[in-house]
């Protein structure tokens, strides 16, 4: 895959034709993208036309991808709810009240993990709500969000939650208890990790302008996402654990760089459709 020339970041992840492929059709919605497109703007990244074209094939296998059968492919409705899951990086301010010491739980003691599959979709939507194994078979996480039981049940089911988990809130609990539960998110890593996001984020803005326009793409895409990534695993801790400046201020910095990326991928965009 392609590289990057900012110094003050390097892509925590690697990335595949299959991310790339996804991204492109995150961002379309429901609305349809030639086939030829994506393969234009993936080879960009380093990836065969081979490659993205098993990747597109996959996505359909999956049900994550719908092709039209003329050649133009768009996300499927079942993945609607994991990109406005993605989506909501600007507005997580939104999503919290204030904390009353109260605290959610996911039980999960009587799933099984034979079905892998199901299992791995039941951690990955408690961890989108900042959840944490407090003891075995039961997550835990402050009651600060805006959302009710009923309304966080409803939204953790949309992302793969089990049907035989217990979603509940939980009061009363000791000083030890309390303690342990706080020490379930390390909080120090995650101010470093965005102190050191913002600077990547500036150092970026800088350079981008001076970068050849293919360069600027890739750089942009991949800085944004690892970004985004970062904002909406945020457990959005309350304020008595976790200082939220941090994460405010990096939003702030994703919001303008986002501004910058949308336009560097206007330009690439266009350049593609004027060599059809």
Known sequence: MAGIANRRYKPERAVTARTVVLDFLSNRGTREIPARTVLAAGALFGFSEQNLRMALARLVEEGVAANSGRGRYRLAPPAAAMR?????????????????????????????????????????????????EFMPGLSIRPANLRDTIPELRAHLATLGLHRKALVAALSGLDAGATARAARLWNTAAMRREYSELCAALEASRESVPRLPLEMAAIETMLLGRDVIRHI???????????????????????????????????RVMRRIENKK
């Not at 939104?94 to 979709?121: C, K, M, Y």
């Not at 304020?239 to 994460?247: G, K, S, T, V």
Request: charged residues 35%.
């Open 84 to 132: 406005a899951e993605v989506r909501k990086w600007k507005h997580v301010a939104d999503l919290v009240r204030p904390w009353n010491g109260e605290w959610i739980v996911v039980v999960g003691t009587e799933i099984s993990r034979a079905d892998r599959a199901a299992f791995r979709r039941h951690e990955r939507a408690i961890r989108l709500r900042g959840l944490r």
């Open 232 to 266: 909406n695993l945020d457990p959005l801790l309350p304020e008595e654990l976790m200082p939220q400046r941090y994460l405010h201020e990096l939003v702030r910095a994703m919001i303008t760089y986002d501004e910058i990326g949308r336009e560097v991928w206007r």
